[in-house]
Nanobody, 115 residues
Framework: QAQLVESGGGLVQAGGSQRLSCAASGSRFSIGTMGWYRQAPGKQRELVATITRSGSTSYTDSVKGRFTISRDNAKNTVYLQVDSLKSEDTAVYYC?????????WGQGTQVTVSS
């Protein structure tokens, strides 16, 4: 059974940066697309960014130019560099991974942006 473990997150001032990491383990299958979602209080979970195994990326419009997704296939890890943070970026950030046609999720990590 695959597991995703996230790290990073915390409290940061507006305009600051953070780096979120998510490491997958426990699966003998190669990992397909990985990505990040976020959920702000009282709002639905939204897709933030995705990256395919070959490195193709996509972003939701609100984070383009500020967030960068990357991955290290040798480490089964996906990263999200978040820069120029705004108060509206405050949310719980969840990573996910497509493994053998099934979606796996991390436990979530809180990012709080103070103004």
């Amino acid at each position: 059974q695959a597991q995703l473990v996230e790290s990073g997150g915390g409290l940061v001032q507006a305009g600051g940066s953070q780096r979120l990491s998510c490491a997958a383990s426990g699966s003998r299958f190669s990992i397909g697309t990985m990505g990040w979602y976020r959920q702000a209080p009282g709002k639905q979970r939204e897709l933030v960014a995705t990256i395919t195994r070959s490195g193709s990326t996509s972003y939701t419009d609100s984070v383009k130019g500020r967030f960068t997704i990357s991955r290290d296939n040798a480490k089964n890890t996906v990263y999200l560099q978040v820069d120029s943070l705004k108060s509206e970026d405050t949310a719980v950030y969840y990573c996910y991974a497509d493994i053998n046609w099934r979606a796996y999720w991390g436990q979530g990590t809180q990012v709080t942006v103070s103004s």
